[in-house]
């Protein structure tokens, strides 16, 4: 029995010093990003000579750089707004079309995007897009990221559906309520939470998305990976670790955001 139960010790302690090597593992380039934003002279350099704010006043008072956040924002915004509409509705239709043939292939086609290398959807959407007129525009990187955001929204959504009771829609439309209204009054007000956390994920993998976006954008739309790849290929400016660092904190917020929505609606469900 004291063999057994030591074992099982050994076994939890190697786990979690994996778990903890693993987690610095992947933190630690973070904190040289970080750390290097804040660096006091005109070189990346680790750990800085010395400790300045210069280079975050030298980003704000660049308009390139400005128009690049901006840019990211607006396509981030609307990525993560197509992606929730054709993730919530596609995993809505087939939690209620499951037993058919159609609803049973969904879920593979969702995944082939994912499947394919950002290279060649951003080659290929270079060609379409460029022959119907949308070559250079938001919404041509919009439609490109949604392809990856969606599959996640999508996936995101499943889990959330599989949890609700679907006994009361089946009662709100027996005493009379339409598609739309079910869904807004009875099927909404259970799994915001997760739709929400679904548009901040498809935020965040826009906001963090390159290859597709340097195919597709032109100097007007331009968002901050691609005008940080750029500004890497000439010199290493400290300015992108400023960029990157801005990037780190938004896709953190956005992560916290997203566990608080979890656990508030797990709260919510205890208390009911």
């Known amino acids: 029995m004291s063999s057994t139960l030591h074992r099982e010790t050994l076994e939890t302690a190697a786990f979690r010093a994996?778990?903890?090597?693993?987690?610095?593992?992947?933190?630690?380039?973070?904190?040289?990003?970080?750390?290097?934003?804040f660096s006091g002279t005109g070189r990346l350099a680790f750990p800085p000579e010395s400790y300045s704010l210069a280079w975050y006043g030298e980003f704000l008072d660049s308009v390139r750089w400005l128009d690049a956040f901006t840019n990211s924002i607006v396509v981030g915004v609307g990525t993560a707004l197509v992606a929730?509409?054709?993730?919530?509705?596609?995993?809505?239709?087939?939690?209620?079309?499951?037993?058919?043939?159609?609803?049973?292939?969904?879920a593979p086609l969702v995944l082939v995007p994912l499947l394919i290398p950002p290279v060649i959807l951003g080659i290929t959407l270079l060609m379409y897009f460029n022959e119907i007129g949308l070559r250079g525009s938001y919404a041509s990187i919009i439609l490109a990221h949604t392809l990856w955001a969606t599959p996640l929204v999508y996936f995101v959504m499943r889990s959330v559906f599989s949890r609700f009771d679907w006994q009361q829609l089946d009662a709100a439309q027996d005493l009379g309520a339409g598609p739309v209204q079910s869904f807004v009054h009875v099927v909404f007000p259970n799994v915001q939470h997760g739709i929400f956390v679904g548009g901040l994920l498809a935020f965040i993998i826009s906001l963090q998305e390159f290859v597709m976006a340097l195919f597709l954008s032109t100097p007007e739309t331009q968002t901050i990976p691609v005008i940080a790849w750029t500004?890497?290929?000439?010199?290493?400016?400290?300015?992108?670790?400023?960029?990157?660092?801005?990037?780190?904190?938004?896709?953190?917020?956005?992560?916290?955001?997203?566990?608080?929505?979890?656990?508030?609606?797990?709260?919510?469900?205890?208390?009911s």
């Open 18 to 37: 994996g778990y903890l090597s693993l987690l610095v593992f992947m933190l630690l380039p973070l904190l040289v990003v970080v750390a290097t934003s």
């Open 84 to 106: 929730t509409v054709l993730g919530v509705t596609g995993a809505f239709g087939q939690e209620l079309d499951d037993d058919s043939s159609m609803g049973r292939l969904l």
């Open 231 to 271: 500004e890497i290929r000439q010199a290493l400016d400290p300015v992108v670790s400023v960029v990157s660092t801005i990037l780190v904190v938004i896709s953190i917020v956005g992560i916290v955001l997203a566990v608080v929505a979890t656990n508030l609606e797990w709260l919510s469900k205890q208390l």
